[in-house]
């Protein structure tokens, strides 16, 4: 089954919006885009990640952040952050904080990635009721610093390499 997809922003080097283009594009190219990662947190300090579809073309049964999701044409990062912790979580109405941004460049197969991400955390209270979308991720699952740090140590390819470095950089306590 086939999705279309709207246009991405796409940017400059520096982060600047120059155009639109379908990620098809962006991705042969190597066109810089945007993406949102939300990173969810819970009162007892644990971390929510996807364990992304089999079905899903980057990554297929990676664990990822909570939430995210590539910049459309008209939108920003926090619009996007918002509408994906929505879409993907059915969470309303988070505070999202921006922890950092930062540009990365990374092959795929024969995908040229080259983006800005925007990293956001969220926290809600412990026993929130989390609605998963089906189509684009298997499982939800809450992580302690130390189960995180394990899963690291022991099966890191079983994280994406986006997660991987987010974690380093941004959730130093989730990094071994």
């Not at 819970?42 to 079905?55: A, E, H, I, K, V």
């Not at 297929?60 to 910049?71: I, K, R, S, Y």
């Not at 197969?109 to 684009?136: C, D, H, M, W, Y």
Request: hydrophobic share 35%; net charge negative.
């Amino acid at each position: 089954m086939s999705h279309t997809y709207p246009p991405v922003i796409v940017v400059d080097e520096h982060d600047t919006e120059i155009g639109t283009a379908q990620l098809s594009q962006v991705w042969a190219k190597g066109l810089y885009h945007r993406i949102a990662s939300v990173f969810i947190l819970d009162g007892q300090g644990r971390m929510l990640l996807q364990l992304r579809s089999p079905n899903v073309k980057a990554y297929p049964n990676c664990w990822d952040q909570a939430a995210g999701g590539h910049v459309d044409a008209g939108k920003t990062y926090e619009s996007t952050a918002a509408e994906e912790s929505e879409e993907e979580l059915g969470l309303h109405d988070l505070t999202l904080v921006a922890v950092g941004t930062y540009r990365s460049n990374n092959r795929e197969n024969e995908q040229i990635i080259n983006q800005f991400e925007r990293v956001f955390r969220a926290q809600i209270p412990s026993g929130t009721t989390l609605k998963p979308q089906a189509e684009e991720l298997s499982e939800l699952r809450w992580f302690t610093p130390l189960e995180l740090k394990t899963l690291i140590a022991e099966q890191p390819k079983s994280l994406t390499s986006g997660l991987l470095y987010d974690l380093e950089h941004f959730f130093p306590e989730f990094y071994p």
